[in-house]
């Protein structure tokens, strides 16, 4: 569900990030957010085999998400016992509290987990969870168009990592996603904040705007370049038409365009 509040940029404010980001690594998950609008989950979950270069187009068909891990073994206890201990009591003495990390010894007698402890399930080999793939909700599954001039953009990018791939070898964690980690692993949510934050202190945009405010952006931009509604519905992916309608109301753009119209009409 969309957020009640929305805060889109005006478009010198999206240009200037854009500017700013171009340079950067992965500098083009905000082009395709700023131009198309994707959700963060969307484009961070982005992947090259859904990406149509010479056709120009994006299948948006899936989302990432971060599921908590569970254990998979029959005995989660049993499992772990070994790799999750007790700290040490304080007057340990092979405790070596001058490097500042946290000691873990075995004394004779210690216990290790209690029997029901199960807090060890990412060490499990038979874990489950971790990154997932999901469908979208709703009408969210759709394609878009690229823009023109995004599309050499991506071209560079996907050389660029593939570069990056070829140099971490079988470090490399192939999830087969547009925008990783220099091993290839999906970028974090919080990360993912964490740099459009930078972009718009290095933009000098003085908003305290989200993520998804570059979503709220993009439909505002679409509209008020005369895109029809029902377009940018589908771009979007929202499931009802008053969603999108709701950005309608937002912009002064279209208000002194319709102004300058009509004066036009009666006036010349």
């Given at each position: 569900m969309e957020e009640v509040e929305i805060e889109p940029l005006g478009a010198d404010?999206?240009?200037d990030i854009l500017a700013v980001a171009q340079d950067r690594r992965n500098g083009t998950?905000?082009?395709?957010?700023?131009?198309?609008?994707l959700r963060q989950c969307e484009?961070?979950?982005?992947?090259?085999?859904?990406?149509?270069?010479?056709?120009?187009?994006?299948r948006v068909f899936w989302?990432?998400?971060?599921?908590?891990?569970?254990?998979?073994?029959?005995d989660p206890h049993a499992c772990g016992e070994r790799l999750h201990r007790y700290p040490c009591p304080k007057d340990c003495p092979k405790a070596r509290r001058t490097s500042g990390r946290k000691h873990v010894c075995i004394k004779e007698g210690q216990k290790f987990c209690a029997p029901d402890c199960?807090?060890?399930?990412?060490?499990?080999?038979?874990?489950v969870g971790g990154w997932t793939f999901?469908?979208?909700?709703?009408?969210?599954k759709r394609t878009v168009m690229i823009p023109p001039p995004l599309i050499p953009l991506l071209k560079q990018h996907q050389e660029a990592q593939q570069a990056e791939r070829q140099a971490?070898?079988?470090?490399?964690?192939?999830?087969?996603?547009?925008?990783?980690?220099?091993?290839?692993?999906?970028i974090d949510a919080g990360q993912d904040w964490d740099e459009w934050k930078e972009l718009l202190r290095l933009a000098d945009v003085d908003k305290d705007a989200r993520v998804h405010d570059a979503r709220h952006t993009a439909a505002t931009l679409l509209i008020e370049q005369g895109v029809d509604i029902s377009v940018v519905q589908g771009i979007l992916?929202?499931?009802?038409?008053?969603?999108?309608?709701r950005y309608t109301h937002i912009t002064a753009t279209l208000s002194n365009e319709a102004a300058a119209r009509m004066g036009r009409a009666l006036w010349g």
């Open positions: 404010e999206a240009r998950r905000w082009s395709v957010a700023l131009a198309l609008g484009a961070l979950g982005l992947r090259w085999k859904y990406v149509d270069l010479k056709r120009g187009t994006i989302q990432i998400k971060h599921q908590r891990y569970r254990h998979g073994c029959k199960t807090k060890h399930a990412p060490s499990c080999p038979e874990r999901v469908k979208p909700k709703g009408k969210s971490a070898g079988e470090a490399w964690q192939d999830y087969g996603l547009v925008w990783c980690h220099t091993d290839g692993r999906p992916g929202h499931s009802q038409l008053t969603t999108t309608k």
